[in-house]
C-alpha cells in the first residue's frame, strides 16, 4: 500500500446502497438482487416514487415492517417480511418473470462477484464444480431488465479485483452489465470499457487502477 | 353437484402413483402446502420428481418429504435457501438428483404445459452453463434457448379461500408459483385456509378459477412461519 492508498476511506455497504439510490429516479420499475441491493431501497424518499418489483410477485413493494405491522404471507426476495406501498399488487410468478424478462423493468440492481470490461456478469456460482449451484432469478433478470446495475466490493476479501477482463466465474449472461457502484468508485461499462465517473474522496486513478484487473479510464463528463 | 371439496386427506392423495412428477407451491415456506405434503408423505408414493424452487426448509414440509426419502429427483431455482439442511446432506451423499433451472424459466414451462404450448424460446441463460445441450436460435439478431413445457403428474398448492367448484383465491406473496403450478398438472389438490360457499368469493379476485383444480382440502392451519 502506498500513502494515497491510505488516504481515502471505502464506502460502506449502506453507502454504497444510498449512492445507486440517488441515481433512480421518480417513475423507474426497479428490481432489487438479494445483497447489497435490497438495501437501496431503504435510501429512495417516499415522495420520490419508484415502484420496486420482487421476483416473487410483488409490485410496489415497500419497507420492513415494525413487528405490530408484520403480514406473514408478505415476504421478499431474501425471505424476509416487506411491506406493500399504496398501488402495490401481487402477480403470480409466470407474470413476474414475464415483467422480469419482457424488458418491463428500467432497472435491476444485482450484486456480482465479477464484472468484465465488456459487460459480463458473474454472480450466482463460485466455480464450474459449484456443489449445488444456485440460481434463483438471477439470468432472467440480467437478460431481461432494460439496465443492469452491479453493487459490489471493489475487491475480494484478499484483494482480488471483481473488474476483470475476463470472469474466471461461470457466467450469468453475457454484456448485459452497463454500470457498477463500488466501494471505491462508480464506473460505466461502454464500448471502451470501464469508465469511472466519480471516485472516493481522496483515491487517484492511478491508485483505483492497481486495485484494478481491467483498465480503467476516466469518463468524458 | 360439484364438489370438489375433499373430506380427508386420504381421498386428496389417493392415486397418487410411484414415479409422479410432483408441483410443490411456494417461496421459502411462504405459500407451501405443507399440510399437503405431510398428506403425501402418509400416502407413500416413491421414486417422486418434486418441481420447487427451494429445496426444503429445516426438517418440515418438503424438506420431510426429502428426509423420508420419497424424491429421487429435484427440480428447482435456489437449493440453497434458508436453513437447506436435509437437501444438503442428501445430495452430498448422492442420494438425490438436482437440476437447476432460472427461475423465470421454470415458472413459463409450467404456464407453457397448463396453456398448451409444447416449447418457446427465452433469452434467459443464453451464453452460460445452463445452456448446454439446449437448441440456440436467433430472432431478430438476438439469441434465444429452445425450452420445453414442464408437465406435472400432480401439483400441490396452497390457497387462502376456496370453494366447492375449486375457485381459489391467495393471500398477499403466497400466491407466487401456486397459480401457474395449478394450471400445469393433471391432478391439482390445493388446501385452503377458509372454505367459503359457492358464490361467496368476488369473482373479480379469484385467481385460480376452479377449472384448474380437482381437489380442495380445508387447513386452517393459521400463520405460517418464516424460518
Known amino acids: ?221 | 353437484m360439484i364438489n370438489k371439496i375433499v373430506q380427508t386427506m386420504a381421498e386428496a392423495m389417493a392415486g397418487i402413483r410411484d414415479g409422479s412428477v410432483v408441483l410443490v407451491g411456494g417461496f421459502g415456506s411462504i405459500g407451501q402446502p405443507n399440510a399437503l405434503i405431510e398428506g403425501l408423505i402418509e400416502q407413500g408414493a416413491k421414486d417422486l420428481t418434486v418441481v420447487a424452487n427451494n429445496s426444503g426448509v429445516g426438517h418440515v414440509g418438503l424438506a420431510a418429504l426429502l428426509e423420508t426419502g420419497h424424491v429421487r429427483k429435484i427440480i428447482c431455482s435456489y437449493p440453497r435457501t434458508v436453513d437447506p439442511v436435509v437437501f444438503e446432506a442428501l445430495y452430498r451423499a448422492g442420494k438425490i438428483e438436482l437440476e437447476v433451472l432460472p427461475q423465470g424459466t421454470m415458472a413459463e414451462r409450467m404456464r407453457a404445459a397448463g396453456a398448451g404450448i409444447p416449447a418457446f424460446y427465452t433469452p434467459t441463460a443464453v451464453g452460460t452453463r445452463l445452456a448446454a445441450g439446449k437448441e440456440e436460435r436467433e430472432f431478430s439478431g438476438r439469441k434465444y434457448l429452445l425450452e420445453e413445457a414442464l408437465h406435472g403428474d400432480v401439483a400441490l398448492i396452497e390457497a387462502w379461500e376456496a370453494d366447492r367448484w375449486g375457485n381459489l383465491t391467495y393471500r398477499s406473496s403466497a400466491r407466487n408459483f401456486n397459480p401457474v403450478m395449478a394450471t400445469a398438472a393433471t391432478l391439482t389438490v390445493a388446501q385452503a385456509q377458509h372454505i367459503v360457499e359457492l358464490g361467496a368469493l368476488d369473482p373479480e379476485k379469484i385467481a385460480t378459477p376452479g377449472i384448474f383444480v380437482d381437489r380442495v382440502v380445508h387447513v386452517p392451519y393459521g400463520e405460517p412461519v418464516v424460518t
Request: net charge negative; charged share 20%.
Open chain 1, 1 to 221: 500500500m502506498n500513502k494515497a492508498a491510505t488516504a481515502y476511506k471505502p464506502l460502506s455497504r449502506v453507502e454504497m446502497a444510498a449512492r445507486v439510490a440517488r441515481d433512480i429516479p421518480e417513475g423507474w420499475y426497479v428490481n432489487l438482487g438479494i445483497g447489497i441491493p435490497v438495501l437501496v431501497a431503504d435510501h429512495i424518499p417516499p415522495e420520490r416514487e419508484a415502484i420496486i418489483q420482487s421476483e416473487n410477485g410483488i409490485l410496489g413493494m415497500g419497507p420492513a415492517p415494525d413487528e405490530a405491522h408484520i403480514n406473514r404471507w408478505l415476504i421478499n426476495a431474501s425471505k424476509l417480511y416487506v411491506t406493500l406501498r399504496p398501488g402495490g399488487s401481487y402477480i403470480h410468478h409466470a407474470d413476474s418473470f414475464a415483467v422480469i424478462r419482457g424488458g418491463h423493468l428500467d432497472l435491476c440492481v444485482l450484486g456480482a462477484f465479477q464484472v468484465t470490461e465488456n459487460g459480463d456478469l458473474a454472480n450466482w456460482a463460485t466455480s464450474e464444480n459449484d456443489t449445488t449451484p444456485a440460481v434463483g432469478g438471477a439470468m432472467d433478470l440480467a437478460a431481461g431488465a432494460k439496465r443492469v446495475w452491479v453493487v459490489m466490493e471493489h475487491t475480494t476479501k484478499s484483494g482480488d479485483s471483481r473488474l476483470v477482463r475476463r470472469c474466471s466465474y461461470p457466467l450469468t449472461a453475457p454484456g448485459v452489465v452497463k454500470r457498477v457502484y463500488t466501494n471505491l468508485a462508480v464506473l460505466d461499462v461502454d464500448a471502451g470499457g470501464f469508465a469511472v465517473r466519480e471516485m472516493v474522496e481522496g483515491l487517484t486513478l492511478e491508485a483505483l487502477q492497481t486495485m484494478t484487473d481491467a483498465p480503467l479510464r476516466l469518463a468524458q463528463s
